[in-house]
C-alpha cells in the first residue's frame, strides 16, 4: 500500500486549498479511504472519510467547510477545504479505512502527510 499526499501549504485565513491523495498497491476502487490531521502539539484527529460506493461522513467541525471526494479511475481521494482558519494548520495525512467505530473512522495504511498552515 502507497498512500501519497499532495496539495499543501501556506494559505491566509479564509482560503482554500485542496489535497489530493494518490494510492497505489491496492484496490482502491473498493476501497473506503478517509483524512486525519494532527496539528502542532495535539493528538491525531480525524477529519472525514469516503466509503468505496462514495458515502461520505465528516467530524463535526468539519462539516460545511471540507469536502472529500474520489476519483476511483485516477486512484485519488481528495479534501477540498475551504474557509480556513489557522486552527486547521496541521499535518494532514490520506489512510485507508478499515472500518468504522461508532461512526469514527478505524484507519489502516497512512500516507507520509502533508503540512497545511493557515496564516496571513
Known amino acids: 500500500v502507497q498512500l501519497v499526499e499532495s496539495g499543501g501549504g501556506l494559505v491566509q485565513p479564509g482560503g482554500s486549498v485542496r489535497l489530493s491523495c494518490a494510492a497505489s498497491?491496492?484496490?482502491?476502487?473498493?476501497?473506503?479511504m478517509g483524512w486525519a490531521r494532527q496539528a502542532p502539539g495535539k493528538g491525531l484527529e480525524w477529519v472525514s472519510g469516503?466509503?468505496?460506493?462514495?458515502?461520505?461522513y465528516y467530524a463535526d467541525s468539519m462539516k460545511g467547510r471540507f469536502t472529500i471526494s474520489r476519483d476511483n479511475a485516477k486512484n485519488t481521494v481528495y479534501l477540498q477545504m475551504n474557509s480556513l482558519k489557522p486552527d486547521d494548520t496541521a499535518v494532514y495525512y490520506c489512510?485507508?479505512?478499515?472500518?468504522?467505530?461508532?461512526?469514527?473512522?478505524?484507519?489502516?495504511?497512512w500516507g507520509q502527510g502533508t503540512q497545511v498552515t493557515v496564516s496571513s
Open positions: 489512510a485507508t479505512v478499515r472500518s468504522r467505530i461508532v461512526g469514527r473512522p478505524l484507519f489502516g495504511s
Open positions: 469516503i466509503d468505496s460506493d462514495g458515502t461520505t
Open positions: 498497491g491496492f484496490t482502491f476502487s473498493s476501497s473506503d
